[in-house]
């Protein structure tokens, strides 16, 4: 089995140790102030089903680049390298769950047939559906169903609408299933061969891995392009259509997060941690903690303390 992305894999518990299923909203019109909504490039174990409600989405899912204009559904499975941004006017809506939800007993052939082959990931669901494709306003009703309970029912901690409750519970697991099955009635399930994994995305994965094993040091673009059997020049340009930056922007992106780890959380000089961090000189952490933070070191490191 290739390695996992550390980085880019998303840390947080989906739902609640007996519920694995949680929702997830951006409203454009929720906040004070309007503010741009950005999911940056992860990837997580659990199925998502993103709801597109209303606004323009700038989305990517490993390979391919999506500009959403319309009410769409997207079905991500899990493992799959995915970012969104909208800039104004947006509604979203989001439900992750864990593929145990689905693995129920008692349920006769749909269990083998439909169940089983889903969370094996011999059964797939096209990667999107649009208003207007068969199915759609059966599955739009039963999403805004699960919507309803989440909103009435569940408990808001920081942006996850969690259920503790048995009966809610019950009523998501119930409409999952029934998603499944206008799934299937409206023949939208497909064989996993018609939606096969990107091989270059795999290997992706593996540069991230060693990107996160090895920011301390010094890492060489090459070394990165060997690891996918490709040319600088060309891993250049698809790390940064895949993950939205550059090899080195990216390397930028986690040595500063650990940066400013070790400026909150310990008492090393800029020296040190510019070593630890792998940037290598003062001038060199000073120059990129500015350009990302806004801030020196020691000034967000000031700034920090006295927020307590």
Wanted: aromatic residues 12%; proline residues 4%.
């Amino acid at each position: 089995m290739d390695p996992k992305p550390s980085h880019l894999q998303e840390k947080r518990k989906q739902g609640t140790n007996s519920f694995p299923c949680t929702m997830y909203k951006a409203d454009w019109y929720h906040y004070p102030e309007p503010q741009y909504f950005e999911v940056k490039p992860h990837w997580h174990d659990a199925f998502e089903i993103i709801h597109f409600g209303k606004g323009t989405f700038q989305v990517s899912v490993n390979l391919q680049q999506f500009e959403v204009k319309e009410e769409t559904f997207f079905f991500l499975e899990g493992g799959e390298i995915h970012s969104i941004l909208s800039h104004n006017c947006y509604e979203e809506q989001a439900i992750l769950f864990e593929r145990s939800i689905l693995s129920m007993t008692g349920l006769g052939t749909a269990q083998k047939d439909l169940l089983d082959p889903l969370t094996s990931g011999q059964l797939s669901i096209p990667l999107c559906i649009k208003n207007g494709d068969p199915g759609f306003q059966e599955v739009r009703n039963i999403f805004r169903d699960m919507q309803m309970v989440f909103e009435a029912n569940g408990q808001m901690e920081l942006d996850q609408y969690l259920l503790y409750h048995s009966p809610f519970q019950l009523h998501v697991t119930a409409d999952l299933l029934r998603l499944v099955a206008s799934l299937a009635e409206n023949n939208i399930l497909v064989m996993k061969e018609n939606r096969q994994e990107e091989p270059r995305i795999e290997a992706l994965k593996k540069v991230i891995v060693y990107i996160r094993e090895n920011y301390a040091s010094h890492i060489y673009i090459r070394e990165l392009a060997d690891i996918m059997n490709m040319n600088e020049q060309y891993f250049c340009r698809l790390f940064k259509k895949t993950l939205g930056k550059t090899p080195v922007e990216y390397m930028n992106e986690i040595r500063i997060r650990q940066a400013v780890r070790l400026l909150e959380t310990s008492s090393l000089s800029v020296v040190d941690i510019a070593n630890d961090c792998g940037f290598g000189t003062v001038g060199h952490i000073i120059s990129v903690f500015r350009k990302n933070t806004g801030f020196t070191p020691l000034a967000y490191r000031k700034m920090h303390l006295e927020a307590g």
